[in-house]
């Protein structure tokens, strides 16, 4: 039987952390970083659950984007996996059928830096790859990241967007985007 729940980082057992980090290590094969991981914190997880096994795993958290003259209220989506021995079974869309509910029910509009494999996942949902450039607002002003200009990806809510435009992230450690 499959489980779906929805919690605040705060509300997440240390266990629970425990499990979802060793669900994350396990699918993105060692290469999810500490960085990855403190930006899945503080927000808001969907754990997806068959049995007592955790078997998926997606947050949103809350960032500053700057488009068009306008500092957006972003819910940024973060660590979106499904055990390898899960996948193809729907696992991932009920992630993100979740995720895009929170999306909707409180950002101006969803973001991701998605790799290309997973473009046309996010395509078949309504995500839209990013074509302006894309930038950071560093600590010493804004710089180009021209190697994110194609994986940043959208989803259109409460705001108008112009796609062809700029689009600058917020700072953070490791990966901005």
């Known amino acids: 039987m499959t489980e779906v729940r929805t919690a605040h980082t705060a509300d997440l057992s240390p266990a629970a952390l425990q499990a979802v980090r060793a669900l994350l290590d396990d699918v993105f094969e060692g290469d999810f970083s500490d960085d990855d991981w403190d930006h899945s914190l503080g927000g808001v997880h969907v754990l997806v659950r068959?049995?007592?096994e955790l078997v998926g795993h997606g947050s949103v958290v809350q960032r500053r984007l700057l488009h068009a003259g306008r500092a957006l209220r972003t819910g940024y989506?973060?660590?979106i996996g499904v055990h390898a021995e899960h996948r193809g079974l729907g696992h991932g869309a009920t992630v993100m059928r979740e995720v895009e509910r929170v999306l909707r029910g409180a950002y101006d509009v969803g973001a991701l830096s998605a790799a290309e494999e997973a473009e046309g996942f996010y395509a078949a949902r309504g995500w839209e790859r990013w074509r302006g450039p894309s930038g950071v607002m560093t600590p010493s002003g804004v710089q180009?990241?021209?190697?994110d200009d194609d994986g940043v990806h959208v989803l259109r809510l409460a705001v108008p967007l112009d796609l062809?435009?700029?689009l600058i992230?917020?700072?953070r450690d490791g990966d901005v985007w």
Do not use: F, I, K, Q
């Open 144 to 147: 180009r990241t021209p190697d």
């Open 77 to 79: 989506v973060e660590a």
């Open 169 to 171: 992230c917020d700072w």
């Open 164 to 166: 062809t435009r700029g």
């Open 50 to 52: 068959e049995g007592s």
